[in-house]
């Protein structure tokens, strides 16, 4: 058998005003990426796609003298005592500010650019556009360990304790909303919000997926020592040596193993063929890496 030796992983620390500020770039992207959505497709249509908005909606509709934004704000206040309580300080803290900000970016929408009526006649077609930005926005704030508020809070508690997947959580909470929404504002606008919900569970998760994509790279090269000189210092990665015997030749060879980003498998990539023409590489995608450097194994 080969011996396995480690490579000690000399990742640069980021500071933390660094990461932050990326962070709450993405936040602020995904909260107004979802207030698109909801602006100038969902609402203009009536189609209340679940969510405390949705909820809030049909409540009012039994009992007219609430106001809706009041009723929202009732209902967003009791799911983030539950989310501080079940998923943490951190999450709790961003999601409170993310349901603000993206309620801002909703009502500055409305005020910059008000719409009368819906954009077009086709309802189908903006409740495509409306789900594909808000299931963008939802993925984006997701990644960032925060949510919209509302029911995203009971999707995050159902993927922590009971491993369900991001979106398929949000289409089992706003699955019963949508179903007493259908029978408030009529089976037709009901059957297109269900099919929003759908396809929102659907593309939350695949977009999470897509983000959080690392390539595993499997490397043999006589030029092994510049390969993890390059990973170490220049990529600021780590990476594992095997040592191995090729079966056709019987010679010794080193195999450099490593887990990076797309940017960064582009420059190690680019790196190999200057240094090793004959080199062999393997790659394959990782949609989740847990330990340094990558996500947390508490996350």
Aim: contains cysteine; charged residues 15%; proline residues 2%.
């Amino acid at each position: 058998m080969g011996k396995l030796s480690g490579i000690k992983n000399r990742v640069a620390l980021l500071r933390p005003s660094g990461a932050t500020v990326r962070e709450w770039a993405l936040i602020h992207l995904g909260c107004a990426l979802v207030a698109a959505g909801i602006t100038w497709f969902l609402v203009p249509n009536n189609l209340a796609t679940g969510g405390v908005g949705g909820l809030a909606m049909v409540v009012v509709s039994f009992f007219p003298s609430l106001p809706v934004g009041l009723l929202m704000l009732g209902m967003n206040l009791v799911l983030f005592v539950i989310g501080l309580i079940f998923i943490g300080f951190d999450f709790g803290a961003k999601t409170i500010y993310s349901s603000l900000f993206l309620s801002g970016c909703v009502w500055g929408m409305e005020k910059l650019w008000p719409l009368s009526q819906p954009l077009t006649d086709d309802i189908l077609v903006e409740l495509i556009f409306g789900v594909l930005l808000s299931a963008a926005g939802m993925a984006i704030v997701f990644n960032q360990n925060a949510s919209t508020g509302g029911t995203d809070i009971t999707a995050k508690i159902l993927n922590k304790y009971f491993h369900i997947d991001l979106g398929k959580g949000v289409l089992i909470c706003d699955f019963f909303i949508v179903l007493a929404a259908g029978a408030v504002f009529g089976i037709r606008i009901g059957m297109y919000a269900m099919l929003g919900v759908i396809i929102n569970g659907f593309l939350v998760d695949n977009i999470i997926i897509g983000l959080k994509i690392n390539k595993h790279v499997v490397i043999v090269s006589r030029e092994s020592m510049k390969i993890q000189q390059f990973i170490l210092e220049e990529l600021e990665s780590g990476a594992t040596i095997y040592e191995a015997r090729g079966a056709w030749t019987g010679e010794p060879k080193e195999i450099v193993t490593t887990i990076v980003n797309r940017r960064r498998f582009i420059r190690l990539r680019d790196f190999i063929r200057k240094v090793d023409q004959e080199a062999f590489i393997s790659v394959n995608n990782i949609h989740e890496v847990l330990g340094e450097g990558f996500d947390r194994l508490d996350s």
